[in-house]
């Protein structure tokens, strides 16, 4: 009987310290998936910033091209459009008046 009594108490006790550490255990693991996200965290972000400076840099390229494509084609189209009144400016000129004083 008194055996009976020991191994209740020894199983007992092991089973008390196997409880102990697998809470020491799930403690451990969940302070550890903690620290690995915010690892994971910090590393997406600092990916992410270099991805937006890259693409500021990019966009503003882009951004200049463009802006200089439509200023050279604004400029293309006031010369042609001074061309076009010195050419035609008498032209013009003597359709208003005619169509002004009713000829």
Do not use: P
């Amino acid at each position: 009987m008194r055996d009976m009594i020991a191994k209740i108490i020894e199983m007992d006790k092991t089973a008390r310290d196997l409880t102990q550490r697998a809470q020491k255990d799930k403690i451990n693991l969940e302070n550890e998936i903690k620290a690995k996200k915010n690892e994971i965290r910090t590393e997406y972000l600092e990916r992410a910033r270099k991805r937006l400076a890259i693409n500021e840099t990019t966009e503003r390229r882009l951004a200049e091209e463009q802006k200089t494509k439509i200023i050279s084609n604004c400029k293309n189209i006031s010369e042609a459009m001074d061309k076009a009144y010195e050419q035609n400016c008498g032209i013009w000129v003597s359709s208003i008046v005619k169509n002004v004083l009713g000829d």
